[in-house]
Nanobody, 123 residues
Framework: VQLQASGGGVVQAGGSLRLACTAS?????????VGWFRQAPGKEREFVAV????????NYAESVKGRFTISRDDAKNTAYLQMDSLKPEDTAVYSC????????????????WGQGTQVTVSS
């Protein structure tokens, strides 16, 4: 599956953005777990949110719980990350990823990655 993330931009603290992750490929999007990850300058890539393909619960990083919402529309081959109450520390490049037979938070277990989208939150 090929992924493309979009929707990043510059927003003031307290504002909102919605990222989209659009998939293309031969296999049905619905069989993949979709994860969102981010990487700030000088820091390692970190888990943000995951929407498993089946049988598991949606999971969020503690730092974004209550502010971010992950969703997916398999009919549109698209996953979303709604980000509210943004903080300057949310500034990073956000990437979506897909995995088969895995529903966790370890980015090393994701085989398919989209090009990231920059999110900048000003104070």
């Amino acid at each position: 599956v090929q992924l493309q993330a979009s929707g990043g931009g510059v927003v003031q603290a307290g504002g909102s953005l919605r990222l989209a992750c659009t998939a293309s490929g031969r296999r049905a999007f619905g069989i993949y777990t979709v994860g969102w990850f981010r990487q700030a300058p000088g820091k390692e890539r970190e888990f943000v949110a995951v929407f498993p393909w089946i049988g598991r619960s949606i999971n969020y990083a503690e730092s974004v719980k209550g502010r971010f919402t992950i969703s997916r529309d398999d009919a549109k081959n698209t996953a979303y990350l709604q980000m509210d109450s943004l903080k300057p520390e949310d500034t990073a490049v956000y990437s979506c990823a897909a995995a088969m037979y895995y529903s966790g938070t370890d980015p090393r277990r994701y085989d398919n990655w989209g090009q990231g989208t920059q999110v900048t939150v000003s104070s």
